[in-house]
């Protein structure tokens, strides 16, 4: 059923691309302190100080593929007040950033949130397509309605 899934992945990528440009800064963020052991430990170091209270790993996603983007984003999106305190700790930060598509902005953290409240139902579904070895035609029937309602709404 991957061709099932990857439509599905085809169809959210298309509804959420509104969005795109908040995600691409939160993901840029990721992708900056993820480049070096340094940049990740001093970024570890953070939410100790902010108290943030969780201990996932940020990890970068890989955009064609929305689970994997999903999870990013549920994870960082816990770090971001890490995040805003790192732009006035890392100098490199924020220019590095700029020179992208920019530092995240409240808005886009907010969009972030809504984009993550679609984005975690199609991976409800994704995940129901795929934990199976042999798919039936209702399983893909009761998924297929599930789109349909959800895109409705």
């Known amino acids: 059923m991957r061709c099932a899934t990857h439509i599905i992945n085809l169809i959210v990528e298309e509804g959420v691309k509104d969005a795109s440009i908040s995600?691409?800064?939160?993901?840029?963020?990721v992708r900056y302190i993820r480049a070096s052991p340094s940049r990740l430990s001093k970024f570890n170091h953070w939410p100790?100080?902010?108290?943030?209270?969780?201990?996932?790993h940020i990890c970068l996603?890989?955009?064609?593929?929305?689970?994997?983007?999903?999870?990013?984003?549920?994870?960082?999106?816990?770090?971001?007040?890490?995040?805003?305190?790192?732009?006035?700790?890392?100098?490199?930060?924020?220019r590095d950033l700029s020179a992208g598509y920019g530092v995240p902005t409240c808005d886009d953290w907010?969009?972030?949130?809504?984009?993550m409240k679609v984005l975690e139902l199609f991976h409800k579904?994704?995940?129901?397509?795929?934990?199976?070895?042999?798919?039936?035609?209702?399983?893909?029937?009761?998924?297929?309605?599930?789109?349909?309602?959800?895109?409705?709404?």
């Open 23 to 29: 995600v691409d800064r939160v993901r840029g963020v």
């Open 61 to 94: 996603d890989v955009p064609t593929r929305l689970n994997s983007t999903y999870m990013m984003l549920n994870v960082v999106e816990k770090y971001e007040c890490v995040s805003e305190a790192y732009v006035h700790d890392d100098h490199n930060f924020f």
């Open 125 to 153: 579904l994704t995940l129901k397509l795929s934990e199976s070895f042999h798919v039936t035609s209702n399983t893909f029937f009761e998924v297929d309605t599930d789109v349909y309602c959800l895109l409705d709404e």
């Open 110 to 115: 907010e969009n972030v949130r809504r984009v």
């Open 48 to 56: 100790e100080e902010e108290m943030v209270g969780t201990k996932a």
